[in-house]
């Protein structure tokens, strides 16, 4: 019996994926449970193991962005299974078993139907449009896979075509390149390098703007004494065993944030609809750039966890995002986020909310200043606070009050018990 | 209250009523006449009747030409005017089977508008969720002092028993085309004059051109862009008065004179809001439906091509529109036809159109002299002429004149329905010798490698 090999949802929100290489060559044989082909979301990258063993006849050339439940490739039992699937899907010049990872133009437009609808323009690999559409569309070097077709059956028509050419953002040549030579003006831009918005940074590209959009964002700025939080982390990490994880700064910020959002629990929610969801759980992200984007993975019930388990379970978190294995899960439905700029030298910024979260965090540096207390000045190390919130849900008193609940457990770890 | 009433029971309404019935409408018909309309009783089937009448007489006439000496001894117009009744009371009788089979109530009376969602129908007030008008056409005889005497119309034409020695068509349309070629062949002595410059106004200059010149071979008399003044009786003939640069006097037994306007009166479209074009039709959109919210309209009574098969073709978009679908009605895929020797036919835009587009337009053409089939049966008049956008090689129209046309004409509707460019139609088969190897063969011409051409 012929296995299909299809697109694992590998989280809530996943849609698409895109297909980076296929482990064998068509024919070749695979074992059982043995990777058959690697995919990869915005956030995650998946090894597919083939749950039988068999003949592998890959479908989708690798490259190649792909929707959730599409049938990528199959397994044959035999070579007869394999000769009736080479009858039935015929695959253009040999599927490419492997491609560079980075090609431009991978992205899938999400109006396309997916290849599950049968309705769709898009069986397998054979598109369905119009001879004049696909004579069109070549003219135009339009990709036809990402066209949404109205025709019969989805097919791709003339009029499909004419939309996309009729759109200014699309593939349509922009009028500027037909302006009058401005390569010759000294005064003209030239481009250096052309950046494809898409992968992570598209992600993050339309969730800054998604974010921005939505919400009526404003940032409250404090500075606090960092001195107790340095004792704290000193003393307790002094007191370690070797092979036990360190705890950081981050590790008793996600603490004392969440043990703050519990006692103001405005701050921990989402706007849904006509509704604010006030969440029962606390799951702070940290947001990190391990070189390839920004990720933010999450700290669950971090109110509930003790610091050394919250710095034991960053520091697996990191290992992960670092060897790319982050799952979904791991990654979403977070209900704060902490970012960190202090490594490089700020204090005060304006975080952009992680949407839909409601609130964050940003902390600056830990740089000792002269500070004056009891009319003397001293001498003291201490930390820039930066708290955004979305100003539609969360009055400036209450954001004000969450912060200096989050200050005086800063500057006193203590009260954190 | 029904689902979908529909007002008038021709080929539109008929259509209109079946498709809506499929799709679980309660229906209504509503009819004045008989069913069947203009097409059934008195338009395209009864001359379809006495064409093929006269083509009969045509081919006797031929005979020699393939060694059959044949005479004829004498035409017994009864006998067509009978077999014209019965085909059309059989398919009248078809269509009243069928209606009733699909539950289709059938409302005899005239339905008049009292409101958007009334009508009225003798007196009797009915609901509808949904209206289709399909009203058709009427004869409207131009206002020329004198032409009430002479005028034969083409439902009286199509019941004659002894044709008139001489008679004037006035008009150039597909109709007045296929009235004068029946009665030139059965020996009336025809003119044809029209205001327009040439025949088939709405055709490819070169389809006009070519079917001028058949028709002068048949022996009709053309005066083209002349204007019929006056017509005065002398005796038991009238003298019929043209003005225009040749302004010539004709006398003729009959003037037979066929203009139809859409059907929009003494249907209350003013009680239910509906608006008019300047052209009289009723207004719809490319739904087929009326200024007016849930009425749509139909065939001859929208105007454009006024043919049976664009009413029945709107009816499928019309009762699925009125069904809750939102189907586009494709005007540019109405195909256009006329039944004379040779026929003439068409689909999409001519040449002239096409360059008043500023298209990138070529032509391919291939003549029927020199495909193996019309000269196997000597009918070697004609061509396939396509017009194409050369930019992507969108065929924009197709326009044969020549045996078959009516027929060959749908390879170009389905070509430009699944949008075929040029080099897909190039690339088709026919089997050997057909007329429809024309069309392969234009599209190749097209292309520039027209195979059984000389060399370009």
Redesign the interface.
């Known amino acids: 019996m012929v296995t299909e090999i299809t697109i694992p949802k590998l989280g809530l929100t996943m849609e698409e994926a895109k297909l980076v290489k296929w482990s064998f060559d068509m024919g070749r044989t695979v074992a059982a449970k043995q990777m058959v082909a690697l995919i990869e979301t915005d956030k995650v990258s998946f090894e597919i193991v083939s749950p039988v063993k068999g003949l592998v006849y890959p479908v989708v050339p690798a490259g190649t962005m792909v929707l959730v439940a599409q049938i990528i490739g199959y397994i044959a039992t035999d070579e007869a299974e394999l000769a009736i699937l080479q009858k039935e899907h015929p695959v253009d010049a040999g599927v490419i078993v492997e491609q560079s990872e980075d090609k431009p133009g991978g992205k899938l437009d999400k109006t396309a139907p997916a290849a599950t609808d049968t309705a769709g323009s898009k069986v397998g690999e054979r598109i369905i449009a119009s001879p004049l559409a696909r004579r069109m569309a070549k003219d135009h070097d339009l990709d036809l896979a990402k066209i949404p077709g109205t025709g019969p059956g989805g097919r791709i028509v003339e009029a499909d075509i004419q939309k996309i050419l009729a759109a200014p953002t699309q593939a349509a040549p922009a009028p500027i390149s037909k302006a009058p030579a401005p390569e010759e003006s000294e005064f003209a831009l030239t481009v250096a390098e052309e950046i494809p918005i898409q992968g992570i940074r598209k992600v993050i590209f339309q969730n800054m703007h998604l974010s921005l959009n939505t919400q009526a964002q404003l940032t409250l700025q404090t500075e606090v004494s960092a001195k107790g939080m340095q004792d704290f982390r000193n003393r307790i990490n002094n007191i370690l065993d070797p092979d036990e994880t360190k705890i950081s700064y981050n590790a008793i910020m996600i603490k004392a944030v969440a043990l703050a959002l519990r006692q103001h629990p405005r701050v921990n929610s989402s706007v849904d609809g006509e509704m604010i969801k006030v969440w029962k759980q606390i799951h702070v992200g940290a947001a990190m750039d391990v070189g390839k984007g920004l990720i933010v993975p999450k700290i669950r019930n971090a109110d509930t966890k003790s610091i050394m388990t919250i710095a034991k379970e960053m520091g697996q978190l990191v290992d992960k995002a670092k060897q790319n294995t982050l799952s979904l899960d791991e990654l979403q439905g977070g209900t704060f986020t902490i970012t960190n700029l202090g490594a490089w030298g700020i204090d005060h910024f304006t975080p952009i909310v992680n949407f839909p979260e409601s609130a964050i965090l940003g902390l600056g540096r830990i740089v000792e200043k002269p500070w004056v207390k009891n009319s003397e000045v001293v001498v003291e190390p201490r930390i820039a606070l930066s708290l955004t919130f979305d100003h539609r849900i969360i009055d400036g008193a209450p954001g004000a009050m969450f912060l200096k609940t989050l200050t005086r457990m800063i500057e006193e770890p203590l009260l954190m018990l | 209250m029904y689902d979908v009433i529909i007002i008038g029971g021709g080929p539109g309404g008929y259509a209109a009523a079946i498709r809506s019935a499929q799709l679980d409408a309660g229906v209504a018909l509503v009819e004045t006449d008989i069913i069947g309309g203009t097409c059934v009783n008195r338009g395209c089937i009864p001359i379809k009747v006495w064409l093929r009448a006269a083509d009969t007489l045509r081919r006797i006439q031929g005979a020699g030409d393939f060694g059959i000496r044949a005479k004829v001894e004498g035409i017994d117009f009864q006998t067509i005017v009978e077999r014209k009744n019965g085909v059309s009371s059989d398919i009248r009788m078809g269509m009243e089977a069928l209606l009733g089979n699909y539950g289709v109530e059938v409302l005899k009376g005239r339905g008049v508008f009292k409101s958007p969602g009334e009508i009225d129908i003798n007196g009797a007030v009915y609901q509808a969720k949904k209206y289709i008008i399909a009203t058709g056409s009427r004869m409207a005889v131009p206002d020329i002092p004198g032409l009430k005497d002479a005028l034969l119309t083409t439902d009286q034409a199509l019941d004659l028993q002894n044709l008139p020695a001489s008679i004037l068509i006035y008009g150039a349309g597909p109709i007045e085309v296929e009235m004068a070629t029946i009665f030139c062949r059965f020996g009336s002595k025809v003119t044809l004059a029209a205001q327009t410059r040439r025949l088939l106004p709405r055709e490819d200059q070169d389809s006009s051109q070519r079917l001028a010149q058949a028709l002068r071979d048949e022996g009709v008399t053309l005066f083209l862009g002349q204007k019929l003044e006056s017509v005065k009786p002398v005796g038991n003939e009238f003298i019929c008065s043209l003005s225009g640069s040749k302004n010539p006097t004709i006398t003729v037994e009959k003037v037979l004179c066929a203009p139809r306007l859409p059907n929009t009166q003494n249907l209350g479209l003013e009680n239910a809001g509906i608006l008019l074009d300047e052209d009289g039709s009723v207004r719809a959109d490319d739904f087929l439906q009326t200024s007016v919210e849930g009425i749509y309209a139909i065939g001859d009574v929208v105007g454009h091509t006024m043919q049976s098969h664009a009413a029945s073709a709107m009816a499928i978009t019309a009762a699925e529109n009125a069904m809750g679908q939102s189907k586009l009605f494709s005007f540019n895929l109405v195909p256009r036809g006329a039944w004379s020797f040779p026929e003439v036919a068409s689909v999409g835009l001519t040449e002239e159109e096409a360059e008043n587009q500023d298209l990138d337009v070529t032509v391919g053409e291939f003549p029927y002299a020199i495909n193996g089939l019309a000269m196997s049966v000597n009918e070697m008049k004609g061509s396939v002429k396509v017009v194409f956008d050369e930019?992507?090689?969108?065929i924009l129209g197709v326009h044969i004149v020549g045996p078959n046309a009516n027929e060959l004409i749908g390879e170009a509707v389905v070509a430009m329905q699944?949008?075929?460019?040029v080099?897909?139609l190039a690339a088709g088969i026919r089997v050997h010798p057909t007329f429809s190897e024309n069309v392969v063969d234009a599209a190749r011409d097209a292309l520039g490698w027209a195979l059984y051409l000389p060399k370009r």
Do not use: P, V
């Open positions: 930019r992507y090689g969108k699944f949008e075929y460019t080099a897909e």
